[in-house]
């Protein structure tokens, strides 16, 4: 006996069912062959409409996978680390059991990257390899990230061990891929959202130990430079509303979270549209973009203003910026906020102007030297991080001693520097030349290493015998006689547990996440030495006080 109210829903939630079916029908490929290949999935909009029907089929069809292991191996940006902690929540709730051994695993997940072919064809390496295994082997291979959506259903072609295939904006889909690959299918979903930020998803912390965390921001990139897959492989951007930030940031610095960095594929275009009022942060001067200028929104320096301002114990970075985006007032915020970490990541590309309108990036040589001066005029003691991409289409010789001399002229304290890969689908695939050869791009890459270590070194001597404020990461990875930490310009800083020198100069128990005041004894290019010296008490107030004892930490160019 069923009431009528019962009867009513019963056959409202068959209705449901059948329209879900038909739904899915339109996703699903069957196969000749035993292996039906699903295309793609249905995107975020199926999961709100159904949401009270996806909650009953997780009761249900994926009851059965409840403790079933998964393992996730993560290469490329920290993007993608932010997304495995979101997939594994997502797998978690679904009741999948994350380990921390692939060998453990019955599914294992490989979070790709595309931006270069030498990335894409480690992952096949390791394809490969899964697929030779003969012992531990997983059950359910897939891959997740940039690969999975630039290469979509043809990586089943590339490799017979791939079941699973799903893109950076379908992980909420990877239960019903999983499940699917459990009874014998194959099943990709690529969909790109215009919506999907996984706001309302707690990531689980992989390194929960960690006073250090990720929050990503915003998805997504409208800006089609062109050498970059990204565009395709993330879609168009998209940020998290700001009181989803807050909240994330709140729990991690309840959990005891000391430093937080923001991230986004253009964290500083970050725009809350569903945040009320009117903002305009406006653009770097000198800055173009492919789109108009966007009004309106909660804009990246208020968000960085309310969060800096909301915990102010907990320091601030963020990654990856796009130079166009660097309002006076967010250069402002940086240099008086003392727990916005002095460091700034600006990517150049190139120093050679005719390059970068090649490259469509928007800007000048001199308009970006321009907003390297204004930061360094705005931000007492920042450290400028960079990216250069050596030998793009018809770079020619003086076109890479410009970009030599820009590394001179910035003083950066680290680049992060690629031999040009022509990646399909971008303007520079459909219209320009790869015409520089390999063994020069390589010469050229080589060349912009040797000259930016050689200044962050000599910048780096400068600091022996200043203070400075680091925070205590955890245990040096080459000895646990020494602690590891970052100052505030995002170098690694490595202290003795035990006091080096006869003086015994700490006295005063440190733990992990600890900010610490540390005397630099001893510098190379990427690493400082250093004698803790005393502890900084929490909150605004000692890091102002701290800050304002310590001494600058990097010269200011000459
Ligand atoms: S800004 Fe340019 S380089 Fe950066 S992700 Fe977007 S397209 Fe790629």
Redesign the pocket.
Known sequence: FQRPSTLIANSSLALRLLRCRSLCSRYTATRASKEPLLQSGPGLQHFLQDAALQKKMQQSDLSNHFGKSVFIETRGCQMNFADTEVVMSILTKAGYRIVSSGQEANIYLIMTCAIREGAENKIRKKLHWLSNLKQHRPHTVGVLGCMAERLKSKLFDESSVVRVICGPDAYRDLPRLLADADSGQRGANTQLSLEETYADVNPIRAQPESPAAFVSIMRG?????A?????QT?GRERSTPADAVADQVGRLVDGGVREVTLLG??VNSYRDVSSAGVFAAGRTPGFSAVYAERIGGLQFPDLLDRLSAGYPACRFRFT?P?PKDFPASLLQLIGERPNLAKQLHL?A?SGSTAVLQRMR?GYSREAYLRLVDDARAAVPNLAITGDIICGFCGETEADHEDTLELLRLVRYSFVYHYAYSVRERTRAHRLMKDDVPEEVKMRRSAEVDRVFRDIASADNQLSVGQRQLVLIEGDSRRSADWWRGRNDQGIRVLLPKLPQSAQRIHQFDIRVGDFVAARVDSAGAQTLLAEPLAPVPDGPAGFASALAELDSSRPLPA
């Open positions: 990139c409208d800006n089609h430079c050498f970059c897959v990204v565009p993330r594929q253009n990856s796009h990517p590309q990036r």
